[in-house]
């Protein structure tokens, strides 16, 4: 029993890394409609900015914000030079330009920043958090940020012109258009927003994983199975897909005899697409609003 | 025609005297495809790109160290025309560059391809060549067989003798120990288990549990979870270094504090232990055949100076806190080595000839006591370490250096 609730303690620490990244798949996914997969890389190298800030003596805030904002610069710059002229070519041309983007942001980082792990810090601390010796601070703060992120981000797409406005430019674009509304820039602002959330998610994974180009390249995996699971066109089901996949790949690894630990991501992707096959949706998919 | 007469008796004394000086040379130069009068050309595979680039400084630190060399006159006369080329750790790319550095390039031989995976692909090929690979970059035990390939030469020494050592310090000192091993799943953490089995013999059943993990992880949090809850009070951490940072860390996080046996692999104080955090990896031990560049105790050292002035003028962007920097430096050394003993002889079967009648032999950045042996039977170069416990900000030596050779 005891073995049970650890397991499925460390699945939720895991599972707030799986859900942070959900969270910025999920963002570009409402603004574009396609999977990013340079989304990790992308992440991985805004936190490769702050940690260089910070090692030119810039406290952990400052950094964090600053990072934020370039991040969302950055963002909206790739879209407007890379994917804006892409707009009208295939799903595939789109696809090849992600995979183009991936490889050219982990190898910039890894000529900049070599390949050697780094420790990166957190605010938080990484005591035992609340006597419990499973979940450290930092882990916990990670967990909360998510919640944060994720009401932020709820608020934003219910209440907020600009949050209608960018679900409008994404689901329906043409009738969008004839309300007024410059999908175009939509678009791109989704996709700076979607880099900014990425770089707070890579922030608060790298002390977890240590900074290293190839940091990401796991937990995308997983992010994008979270997002599936819970449904792409949902943050919060994102974040709750998170914390499934986390704890239910914990619980296979240890219940499961023999094989459980080789076929840990198997089983989470099986899992994926049974949900997929009942409800293709995710399990909190797609709430349609129709008016803007 | 005195004069003739007198230079021919001069010709004369001279061939007697080297023939007395000297049973091996021959005033005959012998040269294969890719040596010549004025150069020697060393083929080399690393992976620069993809998952395994971290390992790319090797090559640029045995460019530069040739380059070194090259500069100051040479081997024997002869410049090194060291052509790396990038397989970004993918067999099928290390066939085709293989492939395009001895029929195309025409290398005398391949030196110190890095991987496991890789050096395997090719090692078929190479071998049916008849073309030295020698000192390939991997620990992986299998490299140590001269009887089946007698073309192929390892270098460090191999996962099986170290966790052999390991399996005989717990057997000794700590008999009733429970021990729980957590290893990558492939063939370098199969190949550490085995050696470590292997090394308890009969008590092999002291391991009460065995854990594997997938480099896919995003993090390994969940198996020292589980290593924990199985009641193991000595740990051997079979990782590579994120991971092994990774579990150094959360041991200390959740409060397991077992003996603590971690691998070579991972032992660089840079890479792994500094991130980790020192207050928790006190008490770990390791071992380690050269020189830590980030360990305070060799600042003064020689061998360590001799490597920062080669850095210094050869090679000033390397990360002075990464190990593989200081393995490029002595491997290096190791083919320098070789290519001298061939004198003029540079054949291809003269170089495998040379390379396994390496006596003694100590390049600069070595252990103190750690040695370069090999034999037309031992194939394993460097087969001794020395235990190691980090203390404070450094590793500590204890007891003697250790061999163990374990053929593949």
């Given at each position: 029993?005891?073995?049970?609730?650890?397991?499925v303690?460390?699945?939720?620490?895991?599972?707030?890394i799986?859900?942070?990244?959900?969270?910025?798949?999920v963002?570009?996914?409402?603004?574009?409609?396609?999977?990013?997969?340079?989304q990790?890389?992308m992440?991985?190298?805004?936190?490769?900015?702050?940690?260089?800030?910070?090692?030119?003596?810039?406290?952990?805030?400052?950094?964090?914000?600053i990072?934020?904002?370039?991040s969302?610069?950055a963002?909206?710059?790739?879209?407007?030079?890379?994917?804006?002229?892409?707009?009208?070519?295939?799903?595939?041309?789109?696809?090849?330009?992600?995979?183009?983007?991936?490889?050219?942001?982990n190898s910039?980082?890894?000529?900049?920043?070599?390949?050697?792990i780094?420790q990166?810090?957190?605010p938080?601390?990484?005591?035992?958090?609340?006597?419990?010796?499973?979940?450290?601070?930092?882990?916990?703060?990670?967990i909360?940020?998510?919640?944060l992120?994720?009401l932020?981000?709820?608020?934003f797409?219910?209440?907020?012109?600009?949050?209608?406005a960018m679900?409008?430019?994404a689901s329906?674009?043409e009738s969008?258009?004839?309300?007024g509304?410059?999908?175009?820039?939509m678009?791109?602002?989704g996709?700076?927003?979607?880099?900014?959330?990425?770089?707070?998610?890579?922030?608060?994974?790298?002390?977890?994983?240590?900074?290293e180009?190839?940091?990401?390249?796991?937990?995308?995996?997983?992010?994008?199975?979270?997002?599936?699971?819970?449904?792409?066109?949902?943050?919060f089901?994102?974040?709750?897909g998170?914390?499934?996949?986390?704890?239910?790949?914990?619980?296979?690894?240890?219940?499961?005899?023999?094989?459980?630990n080789?076929?840990?991501?198997?089983?989470?992707?099986?899992?994926?697409i049974?949900?997929?096959?009942?409800?293709?949706?995710?399990?909190?998919?797609?709430?349609?609003?129709?008016?803007? | 025609?005195?004069?003739?007469?007198?230079?021919?008796?001069?010709?004369?004394?001279?061939?007697?005297?080297?023939?007395?000086?000297?049973?091996?040379?021959s005033?005959?130069?012998?040269?294969?495809?890719?040596?010549?009068?004025?150069?020697?050309?060393i083929?080399n595979?690393m992976?620069?790109?993809?998952?395994?680039?971290?390992?790319?400084?090797?090559?640029?630190t045995?460019?530069?160290y040739?380059?070194?060399?090259?500069?100051?006159?040479?081997?024997?006369?002869?410049?090194?025309?060291?052509?790396?080329y990038?397989?970004?750790?993918?067999p099928?790319?290390t066939?085709?560059?293989?492939?395009?550095?001895?029929e195309?390039?025409?290398?005398?031989?391949?030196f110190?391809?890095?991987?496991?995976?890789?050096?395997?692909?090719?090692q078929?090929?190479?071998?049916s060549?008849k073309?030295?690979q020698?000192f390939?970059?991997?620990?992986?035990?299998?490299?140590?067989?001269?009887?089946?390939?007698?073309?192929?030469?390892?270098?460090?020494?191999?996962?099986?003798?170290?966790?052999?050592i390991?399996?005989?310090?717990?057997?000794?000192n700590?008999?009733?120990?429970k021990i729980?091993?957590?290893?990558?799943?492939?063939?370098?953490?199969?190949?550490?288990?085995?050696?470590f089995?292997?090394?308890?013999?009969t008590?092999?059943?002291?391991?009460?549990?065995?854990?594997?993990?997938?480099v896919?992880?995003?993090?390994i949090d969940?198996?020292?979870?589980?290593?924990?809850?199985?009641?193991?009070?000595?740990?051997?951490?079979?990782?590579?270094p994120?991971?092994?940072?990774?579990?150094?860390?959360?041991?200390?996080?959740?409060?397991?504090k077992?003996?603590h046996?971690?691998n070579?692999?991972?032992?660089?104080i840079?890479?792994?232990?500094?991130p980790?955090?020192f207050?928790?990896a006190?008490?770990?031990?390791?071992?380690?055949?050269?020189?830590?560049?980030?360990?305070?105790?060799?600042?003064?050292?020689?061998?360590?100076?001799?490597?920062?002035?080669?850095?210094?003028?050869?090679?000033?962007?390397?990360?002075?806190?990464?190990?593989?920097?200081?393995?490029?430096?002595i491997?290096?050394?190791?083919l320098?080595?070789?290519?001298?003993?061939?004198?003029?002889?540079l054949?291809?079967?003269?170089?495998?000839?040379?390379?396994a009648?390496?006596?003694?032999?100590e390049?600069?950045?070595?252990l103190?006591?750690?040695k370069?042996?090999?034999?037309?039977?031992?194939?394993?170069?460097?087969?001794?370490?020395?235990?190691i416990r980090?203390?404070?900000?450094?590793?500590?030596?204890?007891?003697?250096?250790?061999?163990?050779?374990?053929?593949?």
């Open positions: 029993m005891e073995l049970f609730t650890n397991q303690l460390a699945g939720i620490a895991t599972g707030a799986y859900a942070c990244m959900a969270l910025a798949v963002m570009i996914y409402q603004a574009i409609d396609h999977l990013n997969f340079a990790g890389e992440a991985m190298f805004s936190t490769f900015i702050s940690w260089q800030l910070m090692q030119w003596g810039v406290s952990y805030w400052a950094a964090f914000i990072t934020l904002a370039f969302f610069v963002g909206i710059a790739i879209e407007r030079i890379l994917f804006k002229p892409l707009a009208k070519a295939p799903v595939l041309t789109n696809v090849a330009g992600f995979i183009a983007l991936f490889a050219i942001i910039s980082a890894g000529l900049i920043w070599d390949f050697t780094k990166y810090p957190t938080f601390g990484s005591a035992p958090f609340l006597g419990s010796q499973l979940i450290s601070t930092h882990q916990a703060g990670m909360g940020v998510t919640v992120l994720l932020g981000l709820y608020f797409f219910q209440y907020t012109r600009i949050g209608l679900r409008a430019a329906v674009p969008a258009r004839l309300v509304i410059n999908t175009s820039w678009i791109a602002l996709w700076g927003m979607a880099t900014a959330i990425g770089s707070i998610a890579g922030m608060l994974i790298a002390p977890v994983v240590f900074l180009p190839n940091m990401m390249g796991g937990v995308l995996i997983y992010g994008f199975a979270a997002a599936v699971l819970g449904g792409l066109s949902s943050p089901g994102a974040v709750v998170g914390f499934l996949v986390g704890v239910f790949e914990n619980l296979a690894g240890t219940y499961i005899p023999g094989v459980g080789e076929l840990k991501l198997p089983i989470a992707l099986a899992l994926i049974s949900v997929l096959v009942v409800k293709p949706a995710g399990l909190f998919g797609r709430h349609i609003v129709k008016r803007v | 025609m005195p004069a003739m007469h007198v230079r021919l008796g001069a010709l004369a004394a001279a061939l007697a005297l080297s023939a007395a000086l000297s049973t091996v040379a005033a005959q130069k012998k040269y294969d495809t890719g040596a010549s009068d004025t150069a020697i050309k083929g595979i992976p620069y790109s993809g998952p395994a680039s971290a390992y790319g400084v090797i090559g640029k045995e460019e530069a040739f380059r070194k060399i090259n500069a100051e006159g040479g081997i024997n006369g002869r410049k090194i025309n060291f052509i790396s990038d397989d970004a750790y993918s099928p790319k066939v085709e560059q293989a492939r395009k550095l001895v195309s390039d025409e290398v005398l031989l391949i110190n391809s890095l991987g496991t995976p890789p050096n395997s692909a090719i078929k090929y190479m071998n060549k073309v030295p020698l390939v970059a991997t620990g992986a035990t299998k490299w140590n067989d001269p009887k089946d390939f007698p073309w192929t030469m390892g270098w460090q020494p191999n996962y099986q003798s170290e966790s052999q390991y399996a005989k310090y717990i057997l000794k700590h008999p009733d120990a729980g091993v957590l290893y990558q799943n492939d063939d370098y953490g199969k190949d550490y288990l085995k050696g089995k292997d090394g308890l013999g008590k092999a059943s002291m391991i009460i549990i065995e854990d594997s993990y997938e896919s992880e995003p993090t969940s198996h020292i979870v589980r290593l924990k809850s199985s009641g193991a009070d000595v740990f051997f951490n079979i990782t590579t994120k991971f092994a940072a990774q579990a150094i860390k959360k041991n200390a996080e959740i409060g397991w077992p003996l046996f971690l070579n692999v991972s032992a660089s840079g890479s792994v232990i500094k980790a955090g207050e928790n006190q008490d770990i031990i390791s071992s380690q055949y050269f020189k830590d560049p980030t360990d305070p105790q060799w600042k003064n050292d020689p061998a360590m100076k001799a490597w920062n002035e080669f850095l210094d003028k050869y090679y000033p962007e390397a990360n002075r806190a990464d190990a593989s920097v200081m393995y490029g430096f491997v290096s050394q190791g320098v080595q070789v290519l001298k003993a061939c004198g003029d002889d054949t291809r079967e003269n170089v495998m000839k040379q390379a009648s390496l006596k003694d032999f390049p600069l950045g070595l103190p006591g750690v370069v042996n090999t034999s037309p039977t031992d194939f394993a170069p460097i087969s001794q370490l020395q235990l980090f203390k404070g900000e450094a590793w500590e030596r204890f007891g003697d250096v250790l061999s163990s050779d374990v053929g593949g």
